[in-house]
């Protein structure tokens, strides 16, 4: 499933991500809308670590699935902290509106990359 | 299995207690809280930023029903549900139901005051001056920010009262 043309795509799109959020910095020389980038970096990090402390096998034990919860929660606080922070900059005048389009798009690419991807090869090992 | 002596006409429909929807409430909640603080940040960055015309700033009060809002989210959500109902059990001794009732009531004013606090905050300081609404804003954000908290609290809550019946399930 996850072939060659697979990771083509997502690569271009991430490259189309990146090229949108750097351009949305490097036109109005205000480098602010770069932390979306760190933002959606970051975004998965807490799933991963959370679904590697936490033993998904036992259903009685609530504290794996508890742990789980937390890396969501977190997750989701920082999907929506990449959409928030772009309109926040721009509602206080730091960025430019255009440019604050411009770093969600691209923010919302690169973050449906690493989803997508995680998704492909996850598949792989599951089982 | 509560077919039998079911109330209305209509049955739960099937989606409520699966794992997915508990999956995607607890991202809804996360995403709700994280909307909630922003409203608030964008309104303390925007009182210092040059866009603010007025002598008004958004101080330290302002902050406070914030952090009452999530110290009680916080609160709520550390207490284990099942040991709300643990006196009708015998195994379980020392008063822990009465324990865990108090600290959920403890988080519930914290939460409660939270957003009265902000609805306190944003009349006193910005509707009895009488301040247009680039000002006022400062005041509706403290009070939307509050209620968001409120109500990723309250989803976060509803999901993880769904998962003992879905583990009940699963173990019959």
């Not at chain 2, 995607?24 to 940040?41: D, M, R």
Request: proline share 4%; net charge neutral; aromatic share 14%.
């Amino acid at each position: 499933m996850a072939g060659l043309k697979t990771i083509i795509v997502l690569s271009f799109i991430l490259a189309i991500g990146f090229l949108l959020v750097i351009l949305s910095s490097a036109l109005w020389k205000n480098y602010l809308p770069l932390l979306v980038v760190a933002t959606y970096v970051v975004a998965p990090i807490p799933n991963w670590i959370c679904g590697r402390a936490a033993n998904p096998d036992d259903f009685m034990e609530s504290s794996g699935s508890v742990l789980i919860d937390f890396g969501r929660f977190l997750t989701g606080f920082f999907v929506v902290m990449g959409i928030a922070l772009p309109s926040l900059f721009a509602h206080c005048a730091l960025i430019q509106y255009p440019a604050m389009i411009m770093s969600i798009v691209g923010g919302l690419l690169i973050y449906g990359t690493i989803i997508s991807f995680t998704m492909f090869f996850q598949e792989e090992n599951e089982f | 299995m509560m077919a039998s002596h079911r109330l209305f006409r209509f049955p739960k429909p099937a989606w409520i207690n699966s794992a997915n929807t508990r999956t995607a409430g607890v991202y809804l909640s996360g995403a709700l809280f994280s909307l909630g603080f922003f409203f608030f940040v964008d309104a303390s960055a925007y009182s210092r930023s040059a866009k603010n015309g007025s002598t008004v700033h958004v101080t330290f009060v302002d902050w406070i029903p914030g952090i009452c809002s999530a110290l009680g989210t916080l609160v709520i959500n550390s207490i284990d549900k099942s040991r709300l109902g643990a006196d009708s059990f015998s195994y379980s001794g020392n008063g822990v139901a009465w324990k865990a009732r108090l600290v959920l009531f403890l988080g519930f004013a914290l939460m409660a005051g939270g957003l009265a606090g902000s609805v306190t905050v944003m009349i006193l300081k910005y509707i009895v001056p009488e301040y247009p609404f680039p000002t006022l804003w400062f005041g509706v954000a403290n009070v939307i920010a509050n209620a968001l908290i409120m109500l990723s609290s309250a989803v976060l809550w509803v999901v993880q009262n769904m998962e003992d019946e879905y583990t009940y399930n699963l173990a019959l």
